[in-house]
């Protein structure tokens, strides 16, 4: 069955850094785009970065333009989000995502925390 299981999660002070990872199975890894996405408490879940298959095109939303990096190891069916100069507007929980089969899969989440 399809499971992705992100990780990397924490508590981080404003300016601070995190590297997020979901281990993706089930599927085949290299034939999809994968993305990122998050959901602050009483908000919408929104999209944060995607990545195509292979690794050569990739897009985020303006609100991370610059500050994070989305990449894929394929030999290790693994996708990373790199976060810098993390704000307090980034708390959120952060799901990894893939379009499998006309169903969007989701991971549980990791929660990301910016506070001083």
């Known amino acids: 069955q399809v499971q992705l299981v992100e990780s990397g999660g924490g508590l981080v002070q404003p300016g601070g850094s995190l590297r997020l990872s979901c281990a993706a199975s089930?599927?085949?890894?290299?034939?999809?785009?994968m993305s990122w996405y998050r959901q602050a408490p009483g908000k919408e879940r929104e999209l944060v970065a995607s990545?195509?298959?292979?690794?050569?095109?990739?897009n985020y939303a303006d609100f991370v333009k610059g500050r994070f990096t989305i990449s894929r190891d394929n030999a290790k069916n693994t996708v990373y989000l790199q976060m810098n100069t993390l704000k307090p507007e980034d708390t959120a929980v952060y799901y990894c995502?893939?379009?499998?089969?006309?169903?969007?899969?989701w991971g549980q989440g990791t929660q990301v925390t910016v506070s001083s």
């Open positions: 990545i195509t298959n292979t690794g050569n095109s990739t």
């Open positions: 089930g599927f085949t890894f290299s034939g999809r785009a």
């Open positions: 995502n893939v379009y499998l089969y006309a169903i969007n899969r």
